[in-house]
């Protein structure tokens, strides 16, 4: 199994308590802790308001932090979960990808996705149009970065999105282009585009849901004429995890502390329990055994948040020797 770690960028509210001038070492030191392995890759969240609502709260730009990754790190892969379309005009994220793929030596993954977050597109501008729309964008916007990754121009005269002659040059270091993850687990249309497009996807991490988008995917592979075996699957992780029980509660005690001065009562209660029962949320044993689960299911690729990794790393630590040890 491949692992993959999500660093601290705020977005969670994990890097609040610590002051904004000491956000980047912060990030930057668990990146290279990252670098020291189990991980394959590291990644952020592309938003610019905090969830589960909006606060004053910090949240950096994932780009940004893509490009100074790719400078400060020298082997882990680089990926956003997920970069949102509707966000940058695909050719001009196309050329930001590739100028940092310049920069990384050919370590960037292209997550990709619709967009979500109703209330960060309308504050930033930019409407928020029907799902239908942003599928499509979606749709477009992929053949656009592809056509420029791999040809050095692109001309589509599509429904969102209209290029002539746009042009990336230099083309990324990685040959065929950036990989794309498209992300998201919409049964008809975002699972079919992936089955299209995708070198990887990533959606529900259940057994119930992943097992289920896994069957769809297959379909629509059959349907457009694509292999579903060259296609690896992923899911995202909140890691909780303790030597015992205790152990277990103790850090779900902890994170709920942490959550608490900065979330309203009523959002806190209607999401903690949605951030502290996933599959993942156990001791070493629990972990293990339904990542064991899960890899049998086909999901081959974990990517893992860990609420405390800014402020204790006692738990990724754990994770590292006594679970990935034995499953990487």
């Excluded at 996933?278 to 990542?291: F, K, M, N, S």
Aim: proline content about 5%.
């Amino acid at each position: 199994m491949r692992f993959g770690l999500f660093i601290p960028q705020g977005w969670r509210l994990d890097l609040a308590g610590i002051a904004p001038a000491d956000h980047w070492s912060t990030m930057l030191d668990v990146a290279r802790f990252a670098e020291s392995g189990p991980y394959e890759s590291i990644w952020v969240y592309d938003h610019f308001h905090t969830t589960p609502t909006p606060t004053d709260e910090a949240t950096h730009e994932a780009w940004t932090l893509m490009a100074a990754f790719g400078a400060a790190t020298s082997r882990v892969r680089l990926g956003q979960m997920c970069t949102c379309m509707g966000y940058r005009n695909p050719a001009y994220l196309a050329k930001v990808a590739a100028t940092v793929d310049i920069v990384s030596g050919g370590r960037v993954e292209m997550g990709i996705g619709a967009g979500w977050y109703e209330h960060e597109w309308r504050a930033y501008g930019y409407g928020f149009p029907r799902a239908g729309e942003r599928l499509q964008q979606l749709d477009e916007g992929v053949q656009i970065m592809r056509q420029l990754w791999t040809e050095g121009v692109a001309t589509l005269n599509g429904k969102q999105y209209q290029v002539d002659g746009a042009i990336c040059r230099p083309l990324p270091l990685q040959e065929g282009g950036i990989p794309l993850w498209i992300a998201g687990g919409g049964e008809r249309k975002t699972l079919r585009i992936a089955a299209q497009y995708a070198s990887y996807t990533n959606f529900d991490g259940s057994p119930e849901g992943f097992a289920r988008k896994s069957e769809l995917l297959a379909e629509h592979c059959r349907e457009v004429g694509t292999d579903y075996d060259a296609i690896v699957r992923s899911a995202n992780y909140n890691v909780i995890i303790g030597e015992t029980e205790k152990d277990v509660r103790d850090k779900i005690a902890w994170y709920r502390s942490h959550l608490e001065p900065l979330l309203p009562a009523d959002v806190l209660e209607s999401r903690f329990q949605g951030y502290t029962d996933g599959p993942l949320v156990g001791t070493v044993e629990q972990v293990a055994e339904r990542l064991a689960e899960l890899r049998k299911l086909g999901m081959s690729y974990a990517i893992l948040y860990f609420p405390e990794i800014a402020y204790d790393r006692s738990g990724v630590e754990l994770f590292n020797r006594q679970v990935a040890a034995e499953l990487a």
